[in-house]
């Protein structure tokens, strides 16, 4: 099984930055992407950015200039810093893994995601 392990979320005031960590863990043969998504109350969920093994990055056109993801192949850890934050960023976020993973001697596509941290930006 794969764990995905996120940290850093809560109470900001509007202006105010935060940074999420989300550490994946258990038989992981290989990460390809990782990504941040996030819901807020009576929303769908939404990508707010992606990142690949080799480091090219994907943003939510609404959070592009102030959010930066990065990764640590080598810890399977993701990052999104969060700066300049918004009433409007409020919601529940989630780290998502998805890659392969090993079983003994058996490969598996994965596609993993974490409990999800609350994000609250008060005005």
């Known amino acids: 099984q794969v764990q995905l392990v996120e940290s850093g979320g809560g109470l900001v005031q509007a202006g105010g930055s935060l940074r999420l960590s989300c550490a994946a863990s258990?038989?992981?043969?290989?990460?390809?992407?990782m990504g941040w998504y996030r819901q807020a109350p009576g929303k769908q969920r939404e990508l707010v950015a992606t990142?690949?093994?080799?480091?090219?990055?994907n943003y939510a056109d609404s959070v592009k200039g102030r959010f930066t993801i990065s990764r640590d192949n080598a810890k399977n850890t993701v990052y999104l810093q969060m700066n300049s934050l918004k009433p409007e960023d409020t919601a529940v976020y989630y780290c998502?893994?998805?890659?392969?993973?090993?079983?003994?001697?058996?490969?598996?596509?994965?596609?993993?995601w974490g409990k999800g941290t609350l994000v609250t930006v008060s005005s």
């Open positions: 258990g038989s992981i043969f290989s990460i390809n992407n």
């Open positions: 998502n893994a998805n890659g392969v993973r090993a079983v003994t001697t058996l490969y598996y596509d994965m596609d993993y």
């Open positions: 990142i690949t093994s080799g480091g090219n990055t």
